[in-house]
């Protein structure tokens, strides 16, 4: 339905309002990058066809997007939405679209209902130039609609003089354009940056427009929060809050039961099935997977990770880049780090780290552990207190331990270094060899009970 329209998301300038080096459209919503969101919802009209200016700080924001490298416009000098719209414009002719839809890059409220309502609308209406309006109590930085008998105008806070365009009347403009290429190449051109800010202006598209008797449609979509801009750190605050909101609610109509909803923090990537059980504070961010009949407990943070059904994760776990298998118990107070691999009704306790590790089936390293670039074999027992020494300071080296083996609680294992199954460790061992099936290693001091010369009075 919108094969000729070519999507150009803006989002070269810094964001001073954030008050951060960071690019106002990399600042995380849920764990995104704001300009994922925005992405998102214009793929929904534009499919592959969206290009994207940057400008400040671009190459961190290219590198943020790998997938679309080719798509990039570059605007070296941040001079204004007119003169990104400049930039980008022999691009947009080159790829020989009709229409392009133009976003503003910090709007990720947006919604594939929202574009695409605008775009048919603006069609069946056939304008040269359309844009959203909503209304506002106080129009703050926002540009002005004006609609006098002469058309309509978009006029910026900077310039806004009562007494020439009278009093304001609430309606702004969102920062969304359909612009016709043919329209927009005659006249980006001509754009001035006569004003207030010294910027080309966009918006001022709008009035050159009737100007130059081709036909504005300035759709009005009443107030709709959904197309607010983010300017400021309360702004982020939000948007984040309505989208996650909407996110969790979600879930209950997924068939997840979710307690203390309001403390609960899902990224919108991540997928929860049916069945599940999770109890806010706890945040679960990135590309992760909750399989059916899972529990997440209370003050649990988790990335990248994949929970298989009937897991459980106890309160006050950090996941990051890990797999839990079916049946796994993980925590209270566990930490999961990059590749920590748990194979079914593994179990993981508390003030247990895991980094880089295979643990096979039924595995438990119940209390105070370190297990880095390990792989332990199916039904071994880790001690408390066992530490894999995977790293001599320039190196890290890998421990293998066999199946069934039981690890003595207080163990140094110095890798590399191999247990055998079936080998049983004596506690407090510093094991720094290699260890047969079926052997029991004891690497300690002997303990030598002596009588006192002078016993304690
Ligand atoms: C803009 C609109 C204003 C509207 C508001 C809605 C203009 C002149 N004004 O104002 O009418 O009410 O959005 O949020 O367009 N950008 C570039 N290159 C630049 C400057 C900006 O790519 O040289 C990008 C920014 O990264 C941002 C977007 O354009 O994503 C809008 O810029 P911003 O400075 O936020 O414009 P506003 O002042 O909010
Ligand atoms: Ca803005």
């Not at 300017?231 to 939000?238: D, G, K, Q, V």
Request: charged fraction near 20%; hydrophobic fraction near 40%; charge should be neutral.
């Amino acid at each position: 339905m919108f094969g000729r329209v070519g999507g150009l998301v803006l989002a070269a300038g810094k964001g001073v309002r954030m008050h951060s080096e960071t690019p106002k459209v990399l600042r995380a919503i849920l764990g995104e990058p704001m300009l994922s969101y925005v992405l998102r919802a214009c793929a929904s009209v534009c499919e592959d066809r969206i290009h994207v200016v940057v400008g400040y700080g671009a190459d961190t924001v290219r590198q943020a997007f790998p997938e679309r490298e080719g798509r990039f416009v570059v605007q070296d000098r941040q001079l204004g939405t007119g003169h990104a719209l400049a930039t980008a414009l022999p691009v947009l002719v080159a790829a020989g679209y009709e229409h392009v839809l133009v976003l503003n890059g910090d709007m990720p409220l947006l919604s594939r209902e929202i574009l695409a309502g605008f775009v048919a609308e603006a069609m069946a209406q056939q304008a040269d130039v359309a844009f959203v309006s909503i209304e506002l109590d106080h129009p703050g930085s926002y540009g002005r609609v004006v609609r006098a008998s002469g058309g309509v105008s978009i006029v910026e806070a900077k310039d806004y003089d009562e007494s020439r365009h009278g009093a304001a009347s609430g309606e702004i403009n969102a920062g969304i354009y359909f612009l016709r290429l043919s329209v927009a190449q005659k006249l980006v051109p001509l754009l001035r940056n006569e004003n207030q800010s010294g910027e080309f202006y966009i918006t001022d598209l709008v009035e050159m427009t009737t100007q130059s008797g081709g036909v504005v449609a300035a759709i009005n979509r009443g107030r709709d929060a959904a197309l607010l801009g983010v300017n400021s750190p309360r702004e982020l605050s939000m948007a984040e809050e309505t989208l996650r909101a909407g996110l969790v609610d979600a879930l209950y109509d997924q068939g997840v039961l979710v307690r203390n909803p309001g403390q609960v923090r899902v990224g919108p990537r991540v997928a929860i099935a049916p069945g599940v059980e999770m109890t806010g504070p706890c945040e679960l961010y990135g590309d992760t997977a909750v399989g059916a009949k899972a529990k997440v407990g209370s003050h649990v943070w988790i990335r990248d990770s994949k929970l298989a059904q009937g897991c459980e994760i106890l309160p006050f776990s950090h996941l990051d880049e890990a797999q839990v298998g079916p049946l796994c118990k993980v925590g209270p107070f566990a930490r999961l780090r990059a590749g920590a691999v748990l194979c079914e009704d593994a179990r993981v306790g508390n003030f247990v780290e895991v980094k880089k590790s295979v643990l096979g089936r039924g595995v438990k390293a119940g209390h105070l552990t370190y297990l880095g670039d390990a792989e332990v074999g199916a039904g071994t027992n880790v001690g408390a207190g066992t530490i894999t020494c995977n790293y001599d300071g320039k190196n890290k080296h890998a421990t293998v331990i066999g199946e069934n083996a039981f690890i003595g609680s207080n163990t140094s294992l110095v890798a590399p270094v191999t247990i055998g199954a079936d080998a049983l460790i004596g506690a407090g061992s510093v094991i720094t060899h290699d260890v047969p099936d079926g052997a029991l290693a004891v690497a300690r001091g002997r303990q030598n009970n002596i009588v006192r010369k002078t016993p304690a009075s």
